[in-house]
């Protein structure tokens, strides 16, 4: 009797070993992600104040007020065309948390699945089958999280541009002129 209820209990724990496996593998994607993500937006957000503080040093520093109009819209055109692709990749990360999400139901399921196989076994196919669902959404979602990675980086490029065809500041004259 004790070496049935030890094998019993052993298969408990193999089973919970089981179900724990599929939450731990989108536990450490998900901080990986995480993580990175940060510090792209992080590096972004940099760069865009750097580029604000150029644009305000170049409007300072022409004072005159048809320069100062011109460089306002040269921002303010160099924004529109920044929109559509802001809009793009806000799909693109919508797309992919949506695919995430799928993939932390699928692995829930599997995960539930494995457990109920201790009593029914046939379910083990389910849990086969929502293990695959959920592998499948997370591949999905990492090509549209890496699409728009290879995105990120042009709109910030599209501003910086805009702001290399500022108008050079003129220099005032030596006499005082």
Known sequence: MGVKRRISRDMNVSVIQQILAPV?????????????????????????????ERMEHSIRQRGAADTVKRTLELHSDALDRQIPGMLRRARLIHKALLCLV???IGMLASS????SAMLAPVLLNG????????????LVGMAFAFRELTL????????????DDLP????PAEDGR
């Open 24 to 52: 731990v593998m989108i536990s450490a994607c998900g901080l990986l992600c995480m993580g990175l993500y940060n510090r792209l937006s992080t590096i972004i957000a940099r760069i865009r104040q750097f580029n604000r």
């Open 168 to 171: 050079e500041a003129k220099e």
């Open 127 to 138: 849990a086969i089958a929502c293990f695959v669902f959920g592998m499948t959404s997370m």
């Open 112 to 115: 539930l699945l494995i457990g």
């Open 152 to 163: 990120s980086l042009s709109q910030v490029e599209l501003e910086a541009d805009a702001l």
């Open 102 to 104: 799928a993939c932390v």
